[in-house]
C-alpha cells in the first residue's frame, strides 16, 4: 500500500465525510486547528455511535519552533454525583441517565483550541464556517456506515428503552440500513445555535439553559452549574525520549503514560529483526503493554487527586526497571485490566507545518444512550470508570475527573520527520500506537501499510468482553502457533477487524512534503492536497 502525498495539507480521519470537511478548511486558508474542529464536527453527525458533542476530546498541537501544547477537554462528575446517588447497586450502570453522570468536555476543547488557533496561529476563520459541513449533514442527512447500522443493531437490547434514543437513532422503528439517509434534525439546530454564539454558550449561555433543562427531563444528575463551573485546560503534555527522538501523549487522566511507556520500554529491550510482524516483536510488544498497565492502573487517576507525577514514571530509571522485567522466553501472567470505550482519532497538517492529533468520545457505543430531547445532544458514560467502593484509586467523587482511555500522539524524530498518529479502541489504543510507531520507525514499513498491516491487541475491545491475545487472521499460522507456545491466550480475529481499532497516520518530512494513511478497517480517508 502506498501512501497518500501532499505538499499544501493533509487530513485523516475516521470517515472521508469529516475528512474532506477539513481539508475544505484547509482549501479556505484554515490552519490544522481549524480544519481539526471542521472534522471533529463532522464525525460528532456522521459518525454517531463513535462520537458526538455530549462527549469529551484531548488534543495534542504542534508549530514549528514552539514547545507541544495538549488540551485536556475532560468533564468532572456534577456536585451531586456521590455513591449514595446508586443507593445498593454496586457498580454505576453502563447505559442510561444515571451514567450520563459527568460533564461534556468535548466542546469546550473545540473552543479553546479556537482561541488559541486566534491567538497564537493567526486563525482567521468564523467558528460558524468550521460547523458547516455538521450542520448540512445533520439537517440533511447522511449515508448510514456499515459501522452504525451493525453498532446499532448488536446495542439495541440495551438502548432501545433509554431516553430519546429511538427517535434519534432508529428510522421508524428500525434499525437505519446501510445507505439509508439518516438525519439528527434537533443536533442541527443545537450547532446553528453553537455557529452562532459559541462553544462556551453550551456551558455558560442560552444553550446552557436549554441543555440543563435536558438532562433535568431525562433524569441525569448533571445540572446548568456543573456545566458552568467546566473548563478546558491548555498544558504540556508528557513526553519520552526514545532514541529516535521524542514522542508526546496526553498527561492523566488518560493513558497517555501507558501509550508512551509501552514505547519506552520496547526501545530498550528491541533486537535487531524485532517488529509487529514476527513473533518477537509481537512477544516483546505485548510484554511491554501488561508492564505499562500495570503502572496505568497503580497510578492514573484525575491528576488533582494523583500522588506522583506521572512525567516522573517516564524516567530512565523506572522504565529500566520495567524492561528488566519483560520476560524474553513465556508470557507473563496477565492481570486483566477493566477498561473499554470507543472514539474517533483525528489528524492534521497544513501547509505551515502544524498540525494537530486529537481525539474525541462518548465513551461505550452511543455513550449512555440517553438523547437529550430538545438539542438532541447524546450524552457519553464515562462516568461508569468510577468504582463506587470508597477510598480507591479512580472512585467516584463529586468533581472528579473520571479515567480515560483516550490518548492522542505524536512525535518528533531526530531526522526531523514529523509523525501524528492515534487510534480508537479502549484498550487497544496504547497497543496500536505502538504497532504503528514501531512499524514505521523501526519495521521497515511506509505510513499507510503501518497501519494497515495486521494487528494484535491485548485484552479487551471496545466492543467486547474477552481477555485474550487477538491477533488478525492474516497473520501467519505459525506466528499464532508459537505465540501459543510461549504461553498467549491467542484468539484469531478476522481480516481488518474492526475490534483492532480505526486508526490513521500523517508524517510531515523536513523538506514540506506529506505522506498519509488511513485504517482500512474503518469508513475514513486521507484527504490531502
Known amino acids: 500500500m502506498k501512501p497518500?502525498?501532499?505538499?499544501?495539507?493533509?487530513?485523516?480521519?475516521?470517515?472521508?465525510?469529516?475528512?474532506?470537511?477539513?481539508?475544505?478548511?484547509?482549501?479556505?486558508?484554515?490552519?490544522?486547528?481549524?480544519a481539526t474542529i471542521a472534522v471533529a464536527a463532522t464525525l460528532a453527525v456522521v459518525y454517531p455511535h463513535m462520537t458526538g458533542i455530549g462527549g469529551d476530546g484531548f488534543w495534542l498541537m504542534h508549530a514549528p519552533g514552539q514547545p507541544m501544547r495538549s488540551i485536556d477537554a475532560c468533564g468532572a462528575a456534577g456536585a451531586g454525583v456521590t455513591r449514595e446517588l446508586y443507593g445498593s447497586l454496586t457498580s454505576i450502570p453502563w447505559r442510561g441517565p444515571l451514567a450520563a453522570n459527568t460533564v461534556a468536555?468535548?466542546?469546550?476543547?473545540?473552543?479553546?483550541?479556537?482561541?488559541?488557533?486566534r491567538r497564537e496561529w493567526g486563525g482567521r476563520l468564523p467558528f460558524a464556517r468550521l460547523l458547516e459541513s455538521a450542520i448540512h449533514y445533520a439537517r440533511e442527512g447522511f449515508p448510514v456506515t456499515h459501522s452504525q447500522e451493525e453498532n446499532t443493531r448488536n446495542k439495541l437490547a440495551e438502548l432501545q428503552a433509554q431516553p430519546g434514543f429511538a427517535d434519534a437513532f432508529l428510522a421508524d422503528g428500525k434499525v437505519p440500513a446501510y445507505g439509508q439517509r439518516h438525519r439528527f434534525p434537533a443536533l442541527a439546530a443545537t450547532l446553528e445555535q453553537l455557529a452562532r454564539a459559541g462553544a462556551d454558550d453550551f456551558y455558560r449561555g442560552e444553550l446552557a439553559q436549554q441543555v440543563g433543562a435536558d438532562l433535568a427531563a431525562v433524569g441525569s444528575p448533571i445540572t446548568v452549574a456543573d456545566l458552568a463551573r467546566h473548563q478546558a485546560e491548555i498544558k504540556a503534555?508528557?513526553?519520552?525520549?526514545?532514541?529516535?527522538?521524542?514522542?508526546?501523549?496526553?498527561?492523566?487522566?488518560?493513558?497517555?503514560?501507558?501509550?508512551?511507556?509501552?514505547?519506552?520500554?520496547?526501545?530498550?529491550?528491541?533486537?535487531?529483526?524485532?517488529?509487529?510482524?514476527?513473533?518477537?516483536?509481537?512477544?516483546?510488544?505485548?510484554?511491554?503493554?501488561?508492564?505499562?498497565?500495570?503502572?496505568?492502573?497503580?497510578?492514573?487517576?484525575?491528576?488533582?487527586?494523583?500522588?506522583?507525577?506521572?512525567?516522573?514514571?517516564?524516567?530512565?530509571?523506572?522504565?529500566?526497571?520495567?524492561?528488566?522485567?519483560?520476560?524474553?522466553?513465556?508470557a507473563s501472567p496477565w492481570p486483566a485490566p477493566n477498561s473499554d470505550g470507543d472514539t474517533t482519532w483525528m489528524g492534521v497538517v497544513d501547509a505551515e507545518g502544524?498540525?494537530?492529533?486529537?481525539?474525541?468520545?462518548?465513551?461505550?457505543?452511543?455513550?449512555?444512550?440517553?438523547?437529550?430531547?430538545?438539542?438532541?445532544?447524546?450524552?457519553?458514560?464515562?462516568?461508569c470508570s468510577f468504582g463506587l467502593r470508597p477510598n480507591q484509586l479512580r472512585s467516584l467523587a463529586p468533581g472528579r475527573k473520571p479515567f480515560h482511555t483516550l490518548n492522542p500522539a505524536m512525535a518528533r524524530l531526530d531526522d526531523g520527520r514529523l509523525l501524528v498518529y492515534g487510534t480508537m479502541g479502549g484498550e487497544g489504543q496504547p497497543q496500536t500506537q505502538a504497532a504503528i510507531f514501531s512499524r514505521y520507525v523501526w519495521g521497515g514499513h511506509n505510513?499507510?501499510?503501518?497501519?494497515?498491516?495486521?494487528?494484535?491487541?491485548?485484552?479487551r475491545t471496545w466492543a467486547e468482553q474477552s481477555t485474550s491475545l487477538k491477533l488478525e487472521s492474516r497473520y501467519a499460522p505459525e506466528i499464532i502457533d508459537k505465540l501459543r507456545a510461549l504461553g498467549h491466550p491467542v484468539e484469531v480475529a478476522g481480516d481488518f477487524d474492526e475490534r483492532m481499532g480505526h486508526a490513521g497516520a500523517l508524517v510531515l518530512h523536513p523538506d514540506g512534503w506529506i505522506e498519509g494513511g488511513e485504517d482500512p478497517r474503518s469508513d475514513g480517508c486521507v484527504a490531502a492536497w
Request: charged share 15%; glycine share 10%; proline share 5%.
Open 4 to 34: 497518500i502525498l501532499a505538499t499544501r495539507g493533509a487530513v485523516v480521519a475516521s470517515h472521508s465525510l469529516a475528512a474532506q470537511a477539513g481539508l475544505d478548511i484547509l482549501r479556505d486558508g484554515g490552519n490544522a486547528i481549524e
Open 237 to 330: 503534555p508528557l513526553e519520552v525520549k526514545l532514541s529516535c527522538g521524542k514522542v508526546y501523549n496526553m498527561a492523566p487522566p488518560t493513558q497517555g503514560l501507558a501509550s508512551l511507556l509501552i514505547l519506552g520500554i520496547y526501545d530498550r529491550i528491541r533486537q535487531a529483526g524485532w517488529n509487529p510482524d514476527n513473533v518477537e516483536g509481537i512477544h516483546a510488544l505485548v510484554e511491554a503493554t501488561k508492564q505499562a498497565f500495570i503502572v496505568r492502573d497503580k497510578y492514573v487517576t484525575d491528576p488533582a487527586a494523583m500522588q506522583i507525577d506521572p512525567s516522573g514514571l517516564l524516567g530512565d530509571s523506572t522504565v529500566a526497571a520495567l524492561a528488566a522485567a519483560v520476560p524474553f522466553d513465556k
Open 447 to 459: 505510513v499507510r501499510s503501518a497501519v494497515a498491516a495486521p494487528r494484535w491487541l491485548l485484552g
Open 354 to 383: 502544524r498540525a494537530v492529533s486529537m481525539i474525541q468520545s462518548i465513551y461505550f457505543e452511543f455513550g449512555s444512550g440517553v438523547v437529550l430531547p430538545q438539542t438532541g445532544i447524546w450524552w457519553q458514560n464515562r462516568g
Open 105 to 117: 468536555g468535548t466542546l469546550s476543547g473545540w473552543g479553546a483550541a479556537y482561541e488559541f488557533s
